[in-house]
């Protein structure tokens, strides 16, 4: 196979239907049957996920609920319980410190593990990747696919493309043969806007992308261009980063209106508010930042987010609100209702110096939970956060089972073989 000496070795994990297993293993009645969780509270008019027995029906995530009935009417139809998801994603990590304490967690059911130290223990990284199912399975009951690449870009990928309980590696000399083909969409970091680009250029397929003239990519994109044609070509080289989600990268607050509205006093207003609270918390975790995003969205939904970057790094309300506003001003479409307006300041700075974190602190598992539940936020709606946190109170003070404490530091300390 194609490592070359130097390689790191990179596993992404991806839980299968996360939401739905979760239930599927909590209530026995459950399994093997088509369930399907919807969101909470204000997003019960979507599906969050469908098992994959749901999934022969047609059912997607984000599809509505009233539609899922209508293909899926025998189907299991459950509230999502964030605080439970949550509580099995720590109980993951958990399993993947014990095998390498370089896990990087990605969103409330992913995490990329750096595993170039442990094939002394294991042998082959199939054979972590496989130790690691196995203690999933016996302890949570949960089922994932893994990717194994010499960066994270390609283990994402390879986690994608055997779904459930995949196992696939991605080595640079395969990216020709099993990415090129794939349609450009499918490029981990390619959105949906960036494909409806490509495509009116005739980029139609990764290989495509891959191919294409870097002046013409840089013309169109900027310097995001050559970014896209090397992530084509499998060339990524960011570290698996533990310290990423206790990272904070912005703070912001987002405030639906209890009725649409087009008065820019009442509006202007709200934009303070919102100023007032982003400075507050940046101000209590002793963060400023340079940039202020300012989210619009009007009454059909239709939203819009607009950034403004300074020279100076801010944590004062008096300036957000003076960015808030002119951003309002120059993109506000006057008589035009809002039904939501955010503001999110990044590009941050922290004087608090970073620590190793070890999840077995009640300190640092409430970071990890905090930044889980930022993750589910972005995926699950702003409301099921709040729920999240009033429900999740002090993290529990479960003692760890024995044979089960963290590793002892250093970047290359693994599980024993069990
Ligand atoms: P995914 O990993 O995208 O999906 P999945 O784990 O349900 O299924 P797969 O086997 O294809 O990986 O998302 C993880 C969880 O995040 C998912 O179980 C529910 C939640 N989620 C939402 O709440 N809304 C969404 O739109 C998506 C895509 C996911
Ligand atoms: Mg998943």
Redesign the pocket.
């Known amino acids: 196979m194609g490592m070359a000496r130097g390689d790191r070795i990179i596993l992404h994990v991806?839980?299968?239907?996360?939401?739905?297993a979760v239930e599927q293993q909590a209530n026995p009645a459950l399994r093997g049957k088509p369930v399907l969780?919807y969101?909470n509270p204000d997003r019960r008019g979507v599906i969050?996920?469908a098992s994959y027995e749901a999934r022969k029906y047609g059912v997607r995530?984000?599809m509505s609920t009233w539609e899922a009935r209508q293909r899926c009417p025998h189907g299991i139809y459950i509230e999502?319980n964030p605080a439970k998801y949550i509580d099995v994603s720590l109980r993951l990590l958990v399993i993947y410190r014990s095998f390498t304490p370089l896990v990087e967690p990605f969103?409330?059911?992913?995490a990329f593990l750096d595993v170039t130290g442990c094939t002394g223990l294991f042998g082959e990284p199939a054979g972590i990747a496989r130790a690691i199912k196995a203690l999933m399975r016996e302890e949570t009951g949960l089922t994932c696919?893994i990717g194994i690449a010499p960066n994270k870009l390609l283990a994402k990928m390879a986690s994608s493309l055997q779904?459930?309980d995949g196992l696939v590696s991605l080595w640079a000399e395969d990216v020709p043969q099993v990415l090129w083909p794939l349609p450009v969409g499918k490029l981990y970091g390619v959105g949906e806007k960036t494909e409806q680009h490509l495509v009116a250029m005739g980029i139609t397929t990764i290989g495509d992308l891959a191919a294409a003239p870097i002046p013409l990519l840089r013309a169109r994109f900027g310097v995001v261009g050559e970014a896209l044609r090397n992530m084509a070509r499998g060339i990524a080289s960011s570290p698996v980063d533990p310290q990423s989600a206790l990272t904070v990268k912005s703070m912001g607050h987002e405030i639906t209106l209890p009725e649409d509205s087009d008065n820019p006093e009442y509006l202007r207003r709200i934009i303070l508010q919102l100023a007032d609270q982003v400075a507050r918390r940046l101000r209590a975790d002793h963060y400023q930042g340079k940039t202020v995003t300012l989210k619009i969205r009007y009454h059909d939904f239709r939203t819009i987010t607009r950034a403004r970057t300074v020279q100076t790094y801010l944590d004062l309300a008096e300036d957000l609100y003076r960015l808030g506003w002119e951003l309002f001003s120059e993109h506000w479409t006057p008589w035009q209702k809002i039904r939501l307006v955010g503001l999110t300041v990044s590009n941050l700075t922290n004087t608090a110096h970073l620590y190793q974190p070890t999840l077995f602190d009640p300190r640092e598992r409430l970071k990890v939970l905090t930044a889980a539940v930022d993750g589910?936020r972005d995926?699950?709606g702003e409301g099921a956060v709040t729920r999240a946190r009033l429900l999740l109170g002090p993290p529990p003070a479960k003692g760890v089972p024995p044979g089960k404490e963290a590793p002892p530091g250093g970047a290359n300390n693994c599980r024993e073989r069990r």
């Open positions: 991806d839980m299968n239907a996360f939401f739905a969780v969101g969050a996920t995530a984000g999502g969103s409330i059911d992913e696919s779904k459930p589910i995926k699950y």
